[in-house]
């Protein structure tokens, strides 16, 4: 073990915290194994052998968006072949269903529509919590309560007073890309800045509510960036507890107008699992998202430090518009598989992270 590796190995057993260049240096770090093996360890102290997986079920009411993020292939124009708005009844539909197999949450997200009033998104809300109370409202991202603030003419605090009162019961990890502005600049000029999504999710957290925090990985940025994005983040934690899980989400290139990404290796993928377990000491949960990561990577990681699998998604169009290879779903029995083929201990959780099942 190299003196790197050893000094790292010594602040995760004192639970002590790795600094910007010791997680620089694990990304330079020719061995992704032992770097693995230190995340392991890490999470190991963390959550011992279980990983966490849920029931969900992702709905995206429009892809209709005003930004044009050159990453994204799932926005449309109102006026491009292909582009939608669910009306309320199909977006009840699909609950419906979610509820009929017992899932226990709702990811729901969309595009920045330019016609929407703030009233469909409350109206929306409502009327899912009210015909299915058991289901889990995890919904929006800062980015969308940023533009409800416009649209609405309101103080950011009052949309999300508005929309917990409506049924919101946290918020998802989306909209965060690279917090840092020259990449940002790049590949999202008309997004709300790192320094705005972070304001708004640490409203969001001050407003008692959990939410995640994701990174999109293997575009254009460099480690630094990565690092960088990893360290703005870990200083909100400290502020306010309020974040759950840390998703990295590799970039899928097709459709997008990325130039010159061509996605994410399995190295890549591994060695940055890996290390945002290391560095963000103060985050329980990091998520192989499988839909992103692909399957086999995303089981492979939980070996690498990973703890939970995200869940069954049904429906899935952001990934799979820029050519995910992934399957669209996953039963419960799949991910149950894949966590034990790993060695590791599947537990249901509700988007809270309490337990609703373990399997022995
Ligand atoms: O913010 C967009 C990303 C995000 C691409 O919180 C892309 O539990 C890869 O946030 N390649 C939305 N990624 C998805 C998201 C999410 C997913 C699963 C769980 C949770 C959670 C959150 O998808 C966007 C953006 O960063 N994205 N385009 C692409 N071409």
């Not at 057993?13 to 194994?33: G, K, M, T, V, W």
């Not at 998802?172 to 708004?200: F, H, M």
């Not at 840390?246 to 994410?264: E, H, S, Y």
Request: proline share 3%.
């Amino acid at each position: 073990m190299d003196s790197l590796l050893k000094t790292v190995q010594g602040k995760i057993d004192n639970r002590l915290r790795i600094s910007d260049e010791e997680a620089l240096a694990l990304f330079d770090h020719p061995d992704l194994l032992a770097v693995g093996r230190l995340a392991a360890r890490a999470n190991a102290i963390k959550n011992s052998d279980r990983v966490f997986f849920n029931v969900n079920r992702h709905i995206n009411y429009t892809n209709i968006c005003v930004n044009h993020c050159t990453f994204c292939a799932f926005c449309k124009e109102d006026q491009d072949e292909g582009s939608y708005t669910l009306a309320l009844q199909e977006i009840l539909h699909k609950a419906g269903e979610a509820a009929r197999v017992g899932a226990t949450e709702i990811h729901m997200v969309g595009g920045l529509h330019p016609d929407l009033p703030f009233e469909f998104y409350l109206e929306m809300l409502a009327n899912v919590k009210a015909t299915y109370p058991q289901l889990h409202m995890k919904a929006f991202t800062a980015v969308e309560i940023d533009y409800f603030a416009q649209l609405a003419d309101q103080p950011v605090e009052e949309v999300i007073l508005a929309l917990k009162g409506a049924g919101l019961d946290s918020m998802p990890g989306g909209g965060a890309e690279i917090l840092g502005k020259e990449v940002r600049d790049k590949i999202c000029p008309e997004k709300i800045s790192g320094e705005r999504w972070l304001e708004v999710t640490e409203k969001v957290h001050q407003a008692g509510l959990k939410t995640n925090a994701t990174m999109l990985f293997g575009h254009l940025e460099q480690f630094e960036d990565r690092v960088d994005h990893m360290r703005r983040l870990r200083e909100l934690q400290d502020r306010t507890g309020n974040f759950q899980a840390f998703i990295p989400l590799a970039f899928q290139p097709d459709n997008t107008r990325v130039p010159g990404a061509k996605g994410v290796g399995g190295i890549d993928a591994l060695k940055t699992l890996a290390v945002s377990r290391i560095y963000l000491d103060n985050f329980d949960h990091i998520k192989a998202y499988w839909i992103m990561l692909g399957l086999k990577i995303a089981q492979t990681a939980l070996l690498f430090g990973v703890n939970d699998l995200d869940g069954t998604v049904v429906e899935e169009k952001i990934g799979h518009d820029a050519g995910a290879d992934s399957p669209q779903q996953l039963s419960k029995d799949e991910i149950i598989r894949h966590i034990r083929v790993a060695g590791k201990r599947p537990v249901e959780r509700n988007t809270l992270y309490e337990e609703v099942r373990s399997y022995a």
